[in-house]
Structures are given as structure tokens and as C-alpha cells.
């Protein structure tokens, strides 16, 4: 009998979810694929069909946290009228949401991926390209609102930004702070820093001078914080009260009078978690941003 496409997505998802609650009693190393096969009650032969590895199956959860947090970050109400940096933030934060509940299980796949990485990258993760083609669509509705420069890099970008997340995760593993508050730190600083390195046109005269050291310090920049959180308060504040770039100041020298000041908007609140509640509906003219990241720790 021919199984149909949505029993197939079933069977994926419980092979998937028997392999994590194993990996995560018994580690990697002493979980069989006889094993998963057999708590996902399916034959021994047949979870071959789907994955030929437990190195796929890893592969496989990383895949479906990505999509997952992607389909959560998009159906935020209000998501389209967010500005870049809450969008970025949005987005990252339902990543660590959705790993909250297997964090044992995800420090076993930053063990695996450091000691056999060629393993973990041997095949190109679905997801990957998502989250590209997501942070392409963010900048892209950024720059055509002149929310920042014209950026000429929005396809790398999505790039970098998975490395980014990779780094805020291993970071996210060593937080001992309350209820993680250190990682929700890094995270508005760094994006911070970044949105305000886009709206002075900085980020494209960077790349020009050799930007592709980025990529390949990004996670290692964020592994060793001492002195990063410093760093990162002393850039943005740098660049915060940087003059205004000559595109931007251009409209108002050629009103001939000197540009009204824009009023100083409140500073950010300090997210807290969020509360059980439902979130009210968006009115048609106020988006309704998300309530705050759950970030409480796992009970052990």
C-alpha cells in the first residue's frame, strides 16, 4: 500500500522526535539507528528510506527548527510593519524559542558539529536558504522605505546571518545567566550595531576594504564574549551619534532651511518574559508587536 505524501511528513517528524529524546538520554554516540527505528515504531529497514544516517537526522531537526521559526517569525501580527532591527530580533528569538525545549539535545549537536564538521556540512541545509532568502526580503523592504542605505549585499547577507545565528546559539548554550539574559543582551547590541552600520552606508564601504573576514570570525567572535558586550555598546554609540550621511542630508540642504529635528524616541524597554495570554489582534492602524521571548531555563 502506497504511503501518502502527509503520512510520509508524519513518519519524518516521529523518526525525528524519537531520535532527539533518545540522543538526548543516551548521547549520540550510544543511539543506533535500530534504535530510533524502533521507538518511532517503524521496521529497522525502513527508516533507511528517510534518512540514511544519524547525521541526517540531525540534520533533518536543524531543518525543521529553522522552517518552524521562520512560519512563527512571519505569522507575528503586525510583522510587515516591523522596522529591520525588530524584524532580525524577531526572528532570531524564535529560533532560541523553538530550541528552548531541547536544549540538552542541542548542546550534543555543537559537540558533533565541532568534532566532525565536514559531516554536519556535507549536504546543504534546506532551511539555510530560507533564512537567506528572509533576511534578503527584510533588507530589501528596509532600503525601499530608506530605512537605510541603498545595500549592496542583501544576498550575502543571509549568509552571514546564518553564521550570526550559529554564534548567538553556542553562546545561547553557555548562558548561566537569569533567564538568559545575557544572550538577549548580545543579541540587541550586535543587531543594533549592525542596523546602525546600514543606515550610514558603512556595511558596503567596509566590504569594499575586505569585509569577507566577517564571515569567517563571526561565530568565533561571539564564542569568546570577554570584552565583547563593551565593544559592542562602544560601536553603537559611536555610530548612533555619527553625523548623517550626505545622502540623507541632502533633502534638507536643498530645502534651504535647516531640517526640523526629529523627536527623540523613548528608549527600548528591557524584554521580559512573556506572559501566557493571547496576544490582542493588530487594528488597522497600529501593528501589534509580539509579547516579549520566553527565555526561562529548562527545569533539570
Known amino acids: 500500500m502506497k504511503t501518502t505524501r502527509q503520512q510520509q511528513d508524519a513518519t519524518r517528524r ?8 533518545l540522543m538526548t538520554r543516551q548521547g549520540f554516540d550510544g543511539t543506533t539507528m535500530k534504535d530510533i527505528a524502533r521507538a518511532a515504531g517503524i521496521g529497522d529497514a525502513t527508516i533507511y528510506k528517510y534518512f540514511p544516517t544519524k547525521d541526517r537526522i540531525v540534520l533533518g531537526y536543524l531543518d525543521d527548527v529553522a522552517h518552524q521559526a521562520l512560519a512563527n517569525t512571519m505569522q507575528t501580527p503586525g510583522f510587515a510593519g516591523y522596522q529591520l532591527q525588530e524584524k532580525l530580533q524577531r526572528l532570531t528569538d524564535a529560533v532560541l524559542e ?42 530589501e523592504a528596509a532600503e525601499a522605505s ?31 545567566s537569569d533567564e538568559f539574559a545575557d544572550t538577549t543582551q548580545l543579541v540587541d547590541l550586535s543587531l543594533g550595531v549592525l542596523v546602525q552600520a546600514l543606515r550610514g552606508g558603512l556595511v558596503n564601504r567596509v566590504l569594499q576594504l ?19 558586550m563593551g565593544m559592542l555598546q562602544l560601536a553603537k554609540h559611536a555610530m548612533a ?14 530645502a534651504g532651511s535647516p531640517a526640523s529635528p526629529e523627536p527623540a524616541k523613548p528608549p527600548r524597554a528591557t524584554r521580559k518574559p512573556r506572559a501566557a ?23 533539570v
Open 98 to 139: 523553538r530550541l528552548l525545549a531541547d536544549r540538552e539535545f542541542v548542546a550534543q549537536v555543537r559537540s558533533l558539529a565541532r568534532r566532525s564538521p565536514l559531516s554536519m556540512l556535507a549536504e546543504p541545509l534546506a532551511a539555510r536558504q530560507s533564512l537567506r532568502e528572509a533576511v534578503t526580503s527584510f533588507l
Open 210 to 228: 575586505g569585509g569577507f573576514v566577517l564571515r569567517s570570525q563571526m561565530a568565533r567572535m561571539v564564542q569568546h564574549s570577554s570584552g565583547l
Open 277 to 299: 495570554s493571547p496576544a490582542p489582534a493588530a487594528t488597522a492602524t497600529t501593528p501589534v508587536k509580539p509579547a516579549t521571548t520566553p527565555r526561562k531555563k529548562k527545569a
Open 241 to 254: 551619534s555619527a553625523p548623517t550621511s550626505p545622502a540623507r542630508a541632502a533633502p534638507a540642504a536643498a
Open 146 to 176: 530608506g530605512e537605510i542605505e541603498p545595500c549592496d549585499f542583501k544576498g550575502m547577507a543571509g549568509g552571514l546571518y546564518t553564521d550570526y545565528l550559529a554564534g548567538v546559539v553556542t553562546y545561547w548554550l553557555a548562558d548561566t
Open 14 to 21: 516521529q523518526i525525528v522526535a524519537s531520535a532527539v529524546d
